[in-house]
């Protein structure tokens, strides 16, 4: 993996300017009040670094997916904002076009409303990277959770804006990356969770050419298990892939459970049955890998240097399903090696069960995450680098 040199927000004056930044502030809101300001806390440092230089500033951020130029009330980052101001002790007014940038003044913060609210944003137009441009002397960009995406707010406003650079979030991720994926330390284990081996298909041939080993989770696993010749009962697998499975582990260990826990309905209240690999019948679907595999996997992460983890290893979000990743959870945060985590559901399961302390590092991106890993270039980060050359 090479990333390309980028001018970090540190190695840019913003006494007296103009800053504007593009945050990641896409966070669960429910009546009215975030419920996880995971987000928001992560975008912290290069604000107060902004503001404590005496800068004013504007965040920008998108909010769910409305649709593009229409205001919706429940797209609103008013609930951010006022979470803003609570963890910051200041007023953080929410401005409704980028032209009311100029009402902040210096050492003064501003969130400008959902970017997907004005036309251009998804597009990448000109004239909307133009006029988001005009209202700064220094863009930076700290939104990694997006930096996959071509949008006025995190590509084109890089392109124009009188002076571009990377955020501390964004400059933190990218280097997190690099170690992980450039020259990790060996042995590396990557554990890879989701429902469809098609979706994280490129993620999987990229990292067959760096892990020593591949734990595969979900349904993911569920196709695995059935390409290396086992039932799998009713369990989600995609059958016109077995042989992709098979030629992936063909070049990278991929170890296939000795036991799982199976269900005879994705329901949260049907019980859990630890059967052996050999014997899910077919009635049944595999929602886990069983308690003897987690063990014997567990202890293999004590030896890994490197530990890439994205993805559940079981329908988590059911208690009973939910015991293969708490054990492998616990061990990476146990384990004394460089360990990344990132994804929706990820976080979701670092959170349920404790182990933020014990990751190096958790990665706030998704999509971003994942096209990193496949060795993609990310149009905002390419952006970065042009600006920076």
Not at 81 to 110: F, M, T, Y
Request: aromatic share 4%; hydrophobic share 45%.
């Amino acid at each position: 993996m090479h990333l390309p040199y980028i001018k970090s927000v540190r190695e840019v004056g913003l006494r007296n300017q103009r800053v504007l930044i593009r945050a990641d502030l896409n966070v669960p809101i429910k009546d009215g009040l975030v419920t996880s300001d995971a987000r928001i806390v992560a975008s912290l440092a290069t604000i107060r670094l902004a503001l404590d230089a005496g800068a004013s500033v504007v965040v920008m951020s998108h909010l769910g997916r409305p649709s593009e130029g229409e205001y919706a009330n429940e797209y609103s980052l008013a609930p951010v904002a006022q979470r803003l101001s609570q963890l910051l002790e200041r007023n953080v007014p929410l401005l409704a076009q980028p032209e009311d940038c100029a009402a902040i003044n210096g050492g003064e913060i501003g969130l400008l409303e959902n970017v997907r609210f004005l036309v251009g944003e998804k597009s990448n137009s000109a004239e909307l990277s133009q006029r988001l441009s005009d209202q700064c002397d220094v863009f930076v960009m700290d939104a990694f959770g997006t930096a996959h995406r071509a949008h006025a707010s995190t590509h084109g406003v890089a392109e124009l804006a009188a002076t571009a650079c990377a955020g501390l979030l964004l400059d933190a991720e990218l280097k997190a990356f690099q170690q992980t994926l450039s020259a990790p330390k060996k042995p590396m284990v990557a554990i890879i969770g989701g429902a469809k081996v098609s979706t994280k298909l490129e993620v999987l041939g990229s990292l067959a050419d760096i892990a020593d080993r591949i734990i595969v989770g979900g349904g993911i696993a569920n196709t695995f298990i059935a390409a290396a010749g086992h039932a799998i009962g009713t369990s989600l697998y995609e059958p016109e892939l077995l042989d992709v499975a098979k030629d992936i582990a063909s070049r990278v260990e991929i170890p296939i459970p000795v036991d799982v826990m199976v269900g005879k309905a994705f329901d949260e209240a049907t019980p859990a049955i630890v059967k052996s690999i050999d014997e899910v019948a077919a009635d049944e679907m595999i929602m886990d890998i069983g308690p003897v595999t987690a063990r014997a996997w567990a202890e293999t992460l004590m030896d890994a240097q490197t530990i890439m983890w994205n993805g559940p290893l079981g329908v988590f979000e059911f208690d009973q399903f939910g015991e293969g990743t708490r054990v492998l959870a616990q061990a990476i945060a146990d384990s004394s090696a460089y360990s990344i985590a990132g994804g929706g559901d990820t976080l979701a399961a670092v959170d349920k069960y404790s182990v933020t302390d014990g990751i190096s590092y958790i990665s706030t991106g998704g999509g971003a995450f994942l096209e990193l890993v496949e060795g993609k270039v990310l149009p905002a980060v390419e952006m970065l680098g042009r600006r920076s050359a």
